[in-house]
């Protein structure tokens, strides 16, 4: 099974930034939409951010907004995602995956339309 490989994930104080990436290997998933979720334990799966294959569309979770940007390098098949000011309620693990179908405005923030999801990297904010 094809998937994607988180990695950047740490320990990191209130205020601080931190940067995670999400590699494809070869040309898996290479021209598609990819996101970033977070998952802490016992809760469902929560969108953080989205960004299209050319860059032109991104979004955003509203908890996020301001504080994290989410980029990409086509040339490394690799998404980003730059956290900054970080808070302990953002220690969770994230995870990404490619969006895979539906009309990416209707449906950036479900789930059900990505594959590929990675194991996920542990991202913990001390306070």
């Known amino acids: 099974q094809v998937q994607l490989v988180e990695s950047g994930g740490g320990l990191v104080q209130a205020g601080g930034s931190l940067r995670v990436s999400c590699a494809a290997s070869?040309?898996?998933?290479?021209?598609?939409?990819k996101g970033w979720f977070r998952q802490a334990p016992g809760k469902e799966r929560e969108f953080v951010a989205l960004?299209?294959?050319?860059?032109?569309?991104?979004y955003y979770a509203d908890s996020v907004k301001g504080r994290f940007t989410i980029s990409r390098d086509n040339a490394k098949n690799t998404v980003y995602l730059q956290m900054n000011s970080l808070r302990p309620e953002d220690t969770v693990v994230y995870y990404c995956?490619?969006?895979?179908?539906?009309?990416?405005?209707?449906?950036?923030?479900?789930?059900?339309?990505?594959?590929?999801w990675g194991q996920g990297t542990q991202v913990t904010v001390s306070s």
């Open positions: 995956a490619a969006h895979l179908g539906g009309v990416l405005v209707r449906t950036y923030s479900n789930g059900t339309y990505y594959r590929g």
């Open positions: 070869g040309r898996t998933f290479s021209r598609t939409a």
């Open positions: 960004i299209s294959w050319s860059g032109g569309s991104i």
